[in-house]
């Protein structure tokens, strides 16, 4: 909830949570224990309820957070500010780090090989902020 209300609040936006409506919620409390959970079953009802229309992976799967999608952005819309920042010369972690090392790491996440998504995203936003800022590592 902390960030939808930062996302939404940052754009302007209301977003209501819809099981936190007030009628849902007195719905809720007044039912019989026997229909509020299910031996170690958490939301029991609210399954059941959606059982026919929700996929089954998606009921009985496990909890899911919200992951930003990284190593995508780093694939597509940000793979030439990667390429150009941590490959360059004379960019502002070059004397720091070993461009081989970089290069054969983005090589890897750009194939798919592995998921380098948050060690490179790290890097990048070092850089952009020593170059923002105007600091030198060294």
Excluded: N
């Amino acid at each position: 909830m902390l960030k939808i209300d930062i996302a939404t609040m940052a754009h302007s936006l209301e977003a209501r949570s819809p099981l936190l409506d007030h009628e849902l919620m007195e719905f809720a409390a007044a039912l019989p224990p026997r229909h509020k959970a299910k031996a170690l079953s958490k939301k029991a009802l609210l399954r059941d309820a959606y059982r026919e229309t929700v996929p089954k992976e998606i009921l009985d799967g496990p909890k899911r957070g919200f992951g930003v999608p990284v190593g995508e952005w780093l694939r597509g819309p940000l793979r030439e500010q990667l390429e150009d920042t941590l490959s360059s010369p004379d960019g502002p972690l070059s004397e720091l780090l070993d461009r081989d090392a970089v290069t054969s790491l983005a090589d890897e996440h750009q194939s798919g090989a592995a998921d380098h998504g948050q060690r490179l995203w790290a890097l990048l936003f070092l850089a952009e902020w020593c170059r923002s800022s105007s600091l030198a590592l060294l």
